[in-house]
């Protein structure tokens, strides 16, 4: 069964960093598109950043573009560095995965993964980001 779990939140200051990690189980991750979300009380969960499970075709929201980035260390675990913290970057944070739709067959090619909540069907729990002025 699939299972993602986050683990790196926590509490830092403005222009600090923070590495979110996201261990996949029960999924091939070649087979995703693998995604950060966040989300703050009353807003609606905001894509972060998003790349297919091979590794390629990372894409950011503006607000983040230089100050984090997404990638795998390995088959099981995706991460989010970030650097450049600012208050504004207090939110949960969730690791995401959905089926990557195919384009064509033959050859094989793949839609672009989307920064769109819907388009995932498994979640992390979340972990907590909180940023300090």
Sequence with gaps: QAQLVESGGGSVQAGGSLV????????????????????????????????????????????????????????????????SLKPEDTAMYYCAAGRREVRTLYPRRYRPCLPKSEKYTRWGQGTQVTVSS
């Design 20 to 83: 979110l990690s996201c261990t996949m189980t029960g999924i091939t991750a070649s087979d995703y598109c693998l995604a950060w979300f966040r989300q703050t009380p009353g807003k609606e969960r905001e894509g972060v950043a998003v790349m297919d499970g091979d590794g390629d075709g990372a894409t950011y929201v503006d607000s983040v573009k230089g100050r984090f980035t997404i990638s795998k260390n390995n088959a099981k675990t995706l991460l989010l560095q970030m650097v």
